[in-house]
């Protein structure tokens, strides 16, 4: 009736016995004809529903709804919900109580990353262990290690054919009774690759090449992209196993782009794709595991003004980077406003490993929070100076990251200088980050 969908719409629930909630469940199933399954921690409603015809919706037309009160179930949330239209199916998992809730587009996300691999399994081996205890594994993406080739990174990503064969497989692989190899593994979802419109990428003419040997140099780079077409490159810029490789033209991009991907540099061979741009203000920032701000568009090289010139180094402490995903516009700055404590205010300890990396606003927590969940050592910070031409001290950090799984260590160390320890370690961590 109308005033019970007034009433749900309120998120009015009223406390139910168990004999009452399934007569009612009962009396919905029977008035709209939907069926009703509970599978895997979820109770699914509809999908399709009676009569459907065709395929089910495209992507796009899910909503995620969060914070429900335990005690609402589908015999109150199904009149609030047709409201907005016809429902093809709803998925209700009890997690959350409280009277408000959240409503966002349901994040359509097929990629699992899977952490703590053993750095000697191979892509096969990798996926074959996937597909014993997950259905519906498309493909697994490994990266090989940067200074040892016939290593990978201790990572990978798992794509799935659909989010609900991701979302299974996460809650199957998360309990940890599952340890390939005899390693307790890391699950996350990963972050979706940040989508570039199409007229966007049309004017792109830089390339980005990936798993380049740590020993090949920018020249060499730059010898092999203009073999197929001498003079058609305008620079390289090489950070650690990767490069963006910049022409002239467009055209000419793309044909290198075919040419050369899959092409082996000095033993090693690549991978090429078109860099990805995402705006004016940000420039060019997507391509691996992490945000990075626009201070920090001279680690990668890039032109910060339409000429081409490049701005003074700003101060690097705006820096945001999240795991797992891709690079993508950064974020508002982190809200620094002081609260008062008034009497009575209940204060509990945590541990800052449990906080989101939205509570940290610089890179040097954030590669703590790094180091802490891929259970490798502490970032260990090594001081260095050297006096520039006018007098002045400058400053610079390596940073030795060890990982405790297999003894090994790298060290990472900017190409800049500082003059103030504080923005020479902040813009370490910020380099590290980028090459982790």
Known sequence: THEENKAAANGCSKIR??????????????????????????????????????????????????KIPRDMYEDELVPVFELAGKIYELRLMMEFSGKFIGVCVSLDNCRLFIGA???????????????????????VIVYPNA???TKNRGFAFVEYESHRA?????????????????????VDWADPEKVVDEETMQRVKVLYVRNLMISTTEDKIKAEFNKF??????????????????????EDAVAAMSVMNGKCIDGASIEVTLAKPVNKESSWKQQFNGQISPSSENLLGFPNREDGTQKSLVKPASLSVRLNGQHSPGPPEVERSTYSIFPGTKL??????????????????????FCHKNSWAPPEYYLYSTTSQDGKILLVYKVLISSIA??????FMPEKLCTTVEDAKELAAQFTLLHL
């Open 117 to 139: 691999i053993p750095k000697d399994k191979k892509k096969e081996e990798i996926l074959n262990e996937m597909k014993k205890v997950t259905e519906g594994v498309v493909d």
């Open 348 to 369: 509990t300890p945590i541990s800052m490993y449990s906080l989101k990396l939205s509570h940290f606003s610089s890179a040097v927590m954030h590669l703590d929070y």
């Open 229 to 250: 077409k001498p003079g058609v490159v305008e620079r390289v810029k090489k950070l650690r196993d990767y490069a963006f490789v910049h022409f002239f033209h467009r």
């Open 166 to 186: 991701a979302a299974m497989a996460r809650r199957r692989l998360i309990p940890g009774t599952f340890q390939p190899w005899g390693h307790s593994i890391q």
């Open 17 to 66: 016995s168990g004999a009452q909630k399934g007569a009612a469940l009962l009396a919905l199933m029977e008035k709209t004809g939907y069926s009703m399954v509970q599978q895997n921690g979820q109770r699914k409603f509809g999908g399709p529903p009676p009569g459907w015809e065709g395929p089910p919706p495209p992507r796009g037309c899910e909503v995620f709804v969060g």
């Open 147 to 149: 200074t040892d080739k």
């Open 406 to 411: 297999d003894d090994s260590q790298s060290y």
